[in-house]
């Protein structure tokens, strides 16, 4: 079981990133994933989820109307597209697949998320 982030990076506020996590190792058409970032200093969070069905997706209040979560079965990967960046949105992203009953619930619960990605850095600048 893996995933694997890419994407990353540096840009100027306003800006726009598309972060990828591509699932290997399992069938992931049967499996919640989700983004989370990790600011330093502070606990991880659930930025975006999405069920195994596509049928629930879940938004942190931050990024709502910013922030886009969508997948791709037949490539076995999950998309974070983010526009109108903010300085706040720094921090290091990961890629989470397998939340609990396969929800957008464990979105609000990073502890309990099965399987994680290695992370990939996204730095704001004002």
């Known amino acids: 079981v893996q995933l694997v982030e890419s994407g990353g990076g540096s840009v100027q506020a306003g800006g726009s990133l598309r972060l990828s996590c591509h699932a290997s190792g399992f069938n992931d058409d049967d499996y919640a994933f989700g983004w989370f970032r990790q600011a330093e200093g502070k606990e991880r969070e659930g930025v975006a989820c999405i069920s195994a069905a596509d049928s629930q997706v879940y938004y942190h209040d931050s990024v709502k109307g910013r922030f886009t979560i969508s997948r791709d079965h037949a490539e076995s990967t999950v998309y974070l597209q983010m526009t109108s960046l903010k300085p706040e949105d720094t921090a290091v992203y990961y890629c989470?697949?397998?939340?609990?009953?396969?929800?957008?619930?464990?979105?609000?619960?990073?502890?309990?998320?099965?399987?994680w990605g290695q992370g990939t850095q996204v730095s704001i600048s004002s």
């Open positions: 989470g697949a397998d939340l609990p009953e396969q929800g957008v619930g464990g979105c609000r619960h990073p502890a309990d998320v099965g399987t």
